[in-house]
């Protein structure tokens, strides 16, 4: 089903006044469909054996203030889980926001400069939760669940550039589930029903990979439908 996206509530109203159909939420954007059926969400499954990641068709690199948030759910407690990095096979050292069993957090940007959030349970270990990683001047804030966790300062201004979801070194991959990502504006909301190819509200668009050999794997297995 295509999906027409819609900025505010009032273009909504005004959308469905005139084409009565069902409409999908996903971080304050409204998704109608184009057809009266109810329009069913996806989540993206991504299981670690099977070298399951999302990449993007194009990095994007991150200046000034910015910045990065997902719905996402951990399914396993582990010092592997990598939500976000730069060139899947690419850098520990750079452009990578690494998670530990124990809840903390390691980003590492590009020019090798470090926010190592070591709290304890900074974040949950495992289970679903909307994680935020906020850049404003030199300080870098992270929020789980829209609340305030901690922040670290950068002792210079430096850039991060993204474009992989779940996976680092081609060994650190990640078990859980996306639901949707933010890139400092652009969404993701990762509800294709179906194929490799996914598409960002500004026109970004990224790739389902995996190494399964399995051709239905996508569709069947990575692909899933959930229920918010």
């Given amino acids: 089903m295509a999906l027409t996206l819609l900025k505010d509530e009032s273009e909504l109203q005004n959308y469905v006044t005139s084409n009565p159909t069902s409409y999908i939420v996903v971080k304050g954007y409204y998704y109608v469909g184009l057809d009266p059926t109810v329009v069913q969400q996806y989540k993206n499954v991504l299981t670690g054996e099977n070298g399951d990641y999302l990449s993007l068709d194009n990095e994007i690199v991150l200046t000034g203030n910015w910045h990065i948030e997902s ?120 509800n294709e029903p179906s194929g490799a190819t996914f598409t960002g509200s500004l026109g970004s668009t990224g790739t389902r990979n995996t190494s399964s050999l399995d051709p239905n794997y996508i569709n069947d297995v990575m692909i899933q439908p959930y229920t918010p």
Avoid: C, H
Avoid at 163 to 185: A, K, P
């Fill in 71 to 190: 719905l996402y759910s951990s399914l396993t407690e582990s010092n592997s889980q990598t939500p976000f990095s730069y060139e899947a096979g690419g850098d520990w050292d750079n452009n990578v926001v690494q998670t530990y069993s124990s809840g903390r957090v390691y980003m590492a940007f590009d020019d090798g400069q470090v926010a190592n959030f070591t709290t304890l349970d900074t974040i949950p270990r495992t289970g679903t939760f909307k994680l935020k990683i906020e850049k404003v001047g030199l300080d870098v804030n992270i929020y789980v669940d829209d609340i305030y966790k901690d922040t670290k300062t950068l002792s210079i201004d430096t850039i991060y550039k993204l474009d992989t979801f779940g996976n680092l070194l081609t060994s650190r991959y990640f078990d859980g589930e996306f639901f949707w990502v933010d890139i400092n504006g652009e969404l993701f909301p990762l």
